[in-house]
């Protein structure tokens, strides 16, 4: 399996910018998947997942509103289009792949099997 992450950047507050995963190795429609995101310092936190058909979400509070999870399962890819970027959303973002066995949508990484290398995104005030 391998995830690759792209589109971080440097932007201003304000600002957008969407990440793209892609994926290869298992079929990627039989996977949730989700984003997740760690700060200098900080352990990483969930930001958004996706169903496997795209049907349902889930977005941690402080992006939701600003940020849209979304995949295109045709190109096997996953989006993250990030809204009104604030200082506090700088982080390294992480693609990751559910695991098979759980069919629920879920937020807590130990249900993620797989991950990319991260992007880096820096937003500056």
């Known amino acids: 399996v391998q995830l690759v992450e792209s589109g971080g950047g440097l932007v201003q507050a304000g600002e957008s910018l969407r990440l793209s995963c892609a994926a290869s190795?298992?079929?990627?429609?039989?996977?949730?998947m989700g984003w997740f995101r760690q700060s200098p310092g900080k352990e990483r936190e969930f930001v958004a997942a996706?169903?496997?058909?795209?049907?349902?979400?889930k977005y941690r509070d402080s992006v939701e509103g600003r940020f849209t999870i979304t995949r295109d399962n045709a190109k096997n890819t996953v989006y993250l289009q990030m809204n009104s970027l604030e200082p506090e959303d700088t982080a390294v973002y992480y693609c990751?792949?559910?695991?098979?066995?759980?069919?629920?949508?879920?937020?807590?990484?130990?249900?993620?099997?797989?991950w990319g290398q991260g992007t880096k995104v820096t937003v500056s005030s």
């Open positions: 990751a792949q559910g695991v098979l066995s759980n069919p629920y949508l879920r937020t807590d990484e130990k249900w993620f099997a797989y």
């Open positions: 190795g298992r079929t990627f429609s039989n996977y949730h």
């Open positions: 996706i169903s496997r058909g795209g049907g349902s979400t």
